[in-house]
């Protein structure tokens, strides 16, 4: 009897438990709904204390046609379920009557009736509602990222449908709802200045219309406020909420547009610009002190209109580097964000940002000082709505080049060297490949060479080259080959970050390759190779080896001092496998090393124990000095002269900055130093390139 009270006991504990959640989201849902009838009460308050004062028959007129949509909206949402429709036109007309209150609804200058004191104080009650809400929906997982909610664009819509009210000043409003629109998209992207920009809108808007500069325009705050309070709390939030999307996650909306709608865009931030230039000019003239004024923006209007140029080019550019991009990215059916990083960093993204940045940093300020110099006390309101509709803009450009230049990962190319696998004899000659085995070794070494490929496909790793030769490889050729790749260049003229060198084949008892005619190649050499084709560069070199013996290569590589290398590589222990009959040797250790770097969900294990071949790494001591390319000014001038007209070639010289100023230098040796002493002591199992593969030793 216990043990079946206990069954049923048991058994109701899940549907109950599973009610009370339910309970507990439906209480939280009218909050919600709370919300949404206090903010229709507050709106139709503030209607009938405006006719309370006025006796202005048009306001009954807007009271009963926002009945007529209210019960219009329910019948979309409850009969015909066309539920996001019905939304949509309720938000819309909320705002539009938040709007209406804002521009006709002022307090009367003998002071506020009772009517608008309550009808502020619910406003505020609303916006307290609203705040509590989103914070609630957010601890119960009910809201999904998306750059601009239904709600934020609907009401910002019928706010603006609202700002016709005070007809001699709307298409100004207009932009200041625009402005306040890519604001609130510059925060929930989490551009780097958004925070900073939506402080700069907030302060000069209030300033504006409340400090007696926008006399002509019948405004009341509390509408606004509350307006802007709803619209901007749920982005605030999501700075701390939403903190764990990556760069695309947030930015989806790039990589669902296609080439023309982005172009499109651009052409119209463009028309933005030059309108605000033009409203620049007519503040200038109509400045008290215009004797400075007009001076003042010819200076600075030439040097935005230069840096603006390089703003168009440099976001046309970005466009079309970042749709072909996005073009590959889009013929993976499963791909993922991550993907999309290794397309874009494999296509030189992270330099073109780094570069881009600056620029548009550089265009951001000189909108900041033109608008500035061009301010005065009675400022038009187009000029303001203007200059605060294009500083979002070009907060949201700069924030995403800021993001691509900081976690994209460098630029890599690959090449392979595949020869056939004879045993050298202790003489220091080599042996030819009996009849028998030429076939076997043949087959071997082309399944070797698709591995490669796989690896550098994979990776996004561009393929200079991958060669297999059944009858070995000569020096002259050798050299040639090797002398091209060291000195590869991306397509946009850099060097590339990392060149990995793939080898398999004859080996001598010292680890230097065997090739034809009994010549040994060392270490020594190939490094003379890099070092005449990477002086100065930076650039990092990698070498992957499956051989029978890797010699002293591993000591001579931890040596080197003046290069940044890298030796992968591992000692084969030849045996045949009692219970299938295989026998390891040459090929297995590409096979596991690349399965390892190629498998996202990979539990291969270096350390277990029975393995016949011992995997290991070693760097050489400058290789924790490492930076994936910074900008140089020879860069600088090669990204202009591919990219910018000739007339902005003295503009662009004069934003590369000085590198003797760098105040860090001190800083930075000491954890050179800590990193350097760090690897030579403690390495790690797995050691990562930024590329997406690992070196590994076990």
């Known amino acids: 009897m216990a043990s079946l009270r206990y069954m049923i006991s048991h058994t109701l504990a899940i549907p109950l438990a599973a009610m009370e959640r339910l309970q507990t989201r439906c209480k939280i849902q009218l909050l919600n709904a709370a919300d949404k009838i206090i903010l229709l ?14 006796g202005d028959i048009k306001v009954v007129v807007v009271a009963a046609f926002g009945m007529l949509v209210l019960s219009f909206c329910t019948m979309l949402y409850y009969y015909l379920d066309i539920k996001d429709v019905s939304r949509c036109l309720m938000h819309i007309w909320v705002g539009c009557l938040l709007g209406v209150n804002a521009f006709v609804g002022k307090s009367s200058a003998d002071g506020p009736s009772v009517a608008y004191a309550v009808f502020n104080a ?25 750059i601009l909610t239904m709600e934020e664009l609907c009401q910002s819509l019928g706010f603006a449908v609202a700002c016709i009210l005070p007809s001699i000043n709307s298409s100004s409003l207009w932009l200041l709802v625009a402005g306040f629109v890519l604001a609130l998209m510059a ?17 000069l808007t209030v300033t504006f219309l409340c400090k007696g500069e926008a006399a002509d325009i019948v405004f009341n705050g509390y509408p606004a406020a509350c307006f802007a309070g709803r619209l901007l709390v749920e982005p605030l939030l999501d700075i701390w909420w939403m903190s764990g999307l990556a760069v695309f996650e947030r930015w989806q909306v790039l990589t669902l547009v296609r080439r023309l709608i982005l172009r499109l865009v651009l052409l119209g931030a463009t028309a933005l610009q030059v309108a605000f230039l033009i409203f620049s000019w007519h503040s200038a003239f109509h400045h008290r002190e215009w004797y400075f004024a007009i001076p003042a923006f010819a200076i600075f209007g030439l040097i935005w209109l230069g840096l603006h140029i390089i703003f168009f080019v440099t976001c046309w550019t970005f466009i079309s580097k970042f749709c072909k991009c996005n073009e590959m990215f889009q013929r993976v059916n499963n791909g993922t964000h991550e993907h999309l990083m290794g397309i874009l960093a494999s296509r030189g993204m992270r330099f073109f940002a780094l570069v881009g940045r600056r620029l548009v940093l550089s265009a951001l300020v000189g909108t900041l000082l033109l608008g500035a110099v061009t301010w005065h006390d009675h400022i038009s309101s187009d000029f303001l709505g203007a200059w605060l ?30 020869g056939p696998s004879a045993v050298c004899r202790v003489d220091g000659r080599t042996a030819p490949i009996p009849a028998a085995s030429l076939e076997e070794a043949s087959a071997r070494s082309l399944r070797l060479i698709n591995i490669i490929q796989h690896f550098f496909t994979f990776h996004m ?62 270490l020594e050499t190939i490094l003379e190779w890099w070092s005449a084709c990477n002086e100065g560069t930076g650039s990092r070199l990698i070498i992957v080896q499956d051989v029978t013996n890797v010699g002293s290569w591993v000591k001579q590589v931890r040596r080197v001092t003046d290069h940044h290398v890298a030796l992968q590589c591992a000692s084969i222990s030849k045996s045949t496998d009692p219970e299938t009959g295989v026998e390891s ?16 969900d990979n539990k291969f294990s270096w350390k277990e124990q029975g393995r016949k071949s011992k995997t290991t790494y070693a760097v050489s001591s400058s290789w924790t000095d490492f930076h994936f390319q910074m900008p140089t000014d020879a860069d600088m001038e ?42 030579k002591w403690l390495p790690p199992l797995v050691l990562d390139t930024g590329h997406g593969f690992k070196l590994v030793r076990s």
């Open 41 to 54: 009460a507050s709106v139709y308050l503030g209607l009938y204390a405006c006719w309370e004062r006025d």
């Open 122 to 146: 619910v406003l505020i009650v609303s916006l307290v509602l609203k705040f509590t809400w989103a914070i609630c929906k957010r601890m119960l997982g009910l809201v999904s990222y998306t």
């Open 187 to 203: 925060v929930r992207v989490r551009a780097y200045l958004a925070l900073p920009c939506m402080c700069f809108f907030i302060a």
């Open 389 to 418: 509709a294009v500083i979002p803009l070009e907060v949201m450009a700069h924030g995403l080049l800021c993001e691509l230049g900081g976690t994209l990962g460098g630029t890599c190319t690959g090449m392979a060297l595949v």
């Open 461 to 522: 790793v561009n393929v200079f080259s991958c060669d297999f030769s059944s009858s070995g490889l000569e020096r002259s050729y050798v050299q040639s080959k090797l002398s091209g790749f060291f000195s590869d260049m991306t397509e946009d003229g850099p060097r590339y970050d990392t060149y990995v060198l793939y080898y398999s084949g004859h080996v001598y008892p010292n680890g230097n390759w065997a090739l034809t005619g009994d010549v040994s190649l060392p």
């Open 585 to 600: 040797g040459v090929g297995d250790f590409t096979r596991e090393w690349v399965g390892f770097n190629c498998s996202r």
């Open 638 to 679: 090669q990204h202009w002269k591919h990219n910018f007209p000739r007339s902005t070639h003295p503009v662009v010289k004069v934003l590369v900055p000085n590198s003797s100023l760098d105040l860090c230098s001190i800083f930075s040796s000491c954890a050179s130093c800590f990193r350097r002493c760090k690897m």
